[in-house]
């Protein structure tokens, strides 16, 4: 907080920084990736505002905060790994099924291919 007990930029932004971290969370639990991927471009643009204001290097308030995001960060890559190989296995199964698919795509074909002894002697 500033002398007026005002919040500073830094501890806004911070605390703003420690918030999206947090619905990143939330998006990466329910799935949702167009809610992560706003959230992650808000972030990029406030992570400039946080370097910028350097005071977190000194204030322990701050530093807390931002060990705290850092926290939520590794969880969050940590679900997003797990969700991509998750994806990556059902992909698996998807082409597997298209695979076997393929296998009845017309059936009856070889008949129509060859001909039986019956069908030629008419």
């Not at 992570?47 to 701050?62: F, G, I």
């Not at 992909?91 to 001909?115: D, F, T």
Request: some cysteine.
């Amino acid at each position: 907080m500033s002398e007026h007990g005002a919040p500073s930029a830094a501890a806004a932004a911070c605390a703003r920084l420690l918030a999206i971290a947090e619905a990143q969370a939330e998006a990466l639990a329910n799935q949702d990736v167009s809610a992560l991927v706003e959230l992650t471009s808000e972030r990029g643009a406030l992570t400039a505002a946080v370097e910028a204001a350097a005071p977190w290097t000194t204030e322990p308030r701050l530093r807390a905060v931002l060990t705290r995001v850092a926290a939520l960060d590794e969880q969050n890559l940590a679900r997003a790994r797990d969700l991509l190989q998750a994806t990556e296995q059902q992909l698996r199964r998807v082409r597997h099924g298209q695979v076997a698919l393929r296998g009845y795509s017309r059936p009856g074909a070889y008949l129509a291919e060859r001909p039986s002894r019956l069908d030629r002697q008419g």
